[in-house]
């Protein structure tokens, strides 16, 4: 059984940062790409970014790149999302997904797992 589990989000103003977590377990996830998406209140989910766990090429959504970074630790099983220049409009509940297979995709049904999401609130 494949549980994700987001921490780390939270309140902070324009120009801040924040780091995401999403602790991955019940199998081996070396043929798994993983990704976070957020999704605003009334809004689609939306993707933000991705990696493959193993190799670790990432990907990024247009509006974060140069802001983002994914990363993943493989001895915890943890993927990581550092938010930094934070702005009001990445406002939203992040959420970790993960998928089988090393392709990697935008389209939140293609992913087979998902954490409960976790709060982020940008303030102007």
């Known amino acids: 059984q494949v549980q994700l589990v987001e921490s780390g989000g939270g309140l902070v103003q324009a120009g801040g940062s924040l780091r995401l977590s999403c602790a991955a377990s019940?199998?081996?996830?070396?043929?798994?790409?993983m990704a976070w998406f957020r999704q605003a209140p009334g809004k689609v989910r939306d993707f933000v970014a991705a990696?493959?766990?193993?190799?670790?090429?990432?990907y990024y959504a247009d509006s974060v790149k140069g802001r983002f970074t994914i990363s993943r630790d493989n001895a915890m099983n943890t993927m990581y999302l550092q938010m930094n220049s934070l702005k009001p409009e990445d406002t939203g509940v992040y959420y970790c997904?993960?998928?089988?297979?090393?392709?990697?995709?935008?389209?939140?049904?293609?992913?087979?797992?998902w954490g409960q999401g976790t709060q982020v609130t940008v303030s102007s």
């Open positions: 997904a993960s998928k089988f297979g090393v392709v990697v995709t935008t389209t939140p049904v293609r992913y087979d797992y």
């Open positions: 019940g199998r081996s996830f070396s043929s798994y790409a």
């Open positions: 990696i493959r766990w193993t190799g670790g090429s990432t």
